[in-house]
């Protein structure tokens, strides 16, 4: 009851949004949401280090890397093709694809937002008006506003079709997200798509790690994927040069697909449990401050 006011405010401002500029609005919302000032000349904390982040470390090759679409061939040009999911085409409206091309089953998503995706699992039984109208809703948003996660602000939103990855050595698709810090994967947390969700912290030695950033852990402790030292070589290549990103893989029938790149985890709007893991988490970052 008592965080009612502080919710509603939240929900008015995100409504809002398009009307205040970045810093301004990162400013307000971040107050709401951890009730402290957000520090943009000194920050300290993780959650403090990736709104700097949004604000002041804008490189031009990273919407190229947030566009779910556009970053296969970037992630192919830098570590092959065959760590990349294969894409079946990419459309600007709905009604533009050509079902009758596609395999019996695939994922449909669009490249500029966020868990969006529809698996389709037998394309004779898609309810095409309903899927219409779903991703027609998903392609007039821009993902940039709510949080002002820069690499989305200028992604051409299009629907693309993938494969359908289906791990046969587990119940469900797991997803293996590395923290990386300058190029060096320091954590990784494994979660499953479908059903609830957990979020099981390690180390890079696959060591449980006490870290809670918004989802139950999941018990028992998930299994070390039988490619993770590959994984975490790939993800050092692919975070080179970069303050932090997350790089996010999936293992198939022991082969590793890469999966996307995340900026600023949780948008950097997600308050821990206690500020001093926030702080520490928060060194680990080094500004490009010159």
Known sequence: M???????????????????????????????????????????????????????????????????????????????????????????????INFENLPEQFVLKTNHDSSGATICRNKQQINHNKLSRYFGRLLKNNYYYPLREWPYKNIKPVILAEELLVDNTSDRLRDY????????????YCTVKGGDVFENFYDMEFVPVDIDHGYPRHQPEFDKPIQFDKMKELASILSKDIPFVRVDFFEVDGKIYFGEYTFYDWGGMKPFPDVETDRKLGSLINLPIK
């Open 177 to 188: 997200k590395f923290w990386c810090f300058n190029g060096v994967p320091t954590f990784m």
């Open 2 to 96: 008592f965080n009612e006011p502080k919710m509603l405010l939240q929900k008015s401002l995100i409504k809002t949004s398009r009307l205040y500029p970045d810093k301004l609005y990162l400013k307000m919302l971040f107050y709401l949401k951890f009730g402290y000032k957000l520090n943009l000349k000194n920050p300290q904390t993780f959650s403090e280090k990736l709104n700097w982040l949004k604000l002041y470390d804008r490189k031009s090759q990273y919407s190229s890397m947030a566009d779910k679409y556009l970053v296969k061939k970037y992630v192919a040009d830098i570590i092959g093709e065959e760590y990349v999911v294969p894409c079946y085409g990419a459309w600007e409206r709905y009604e533009d």
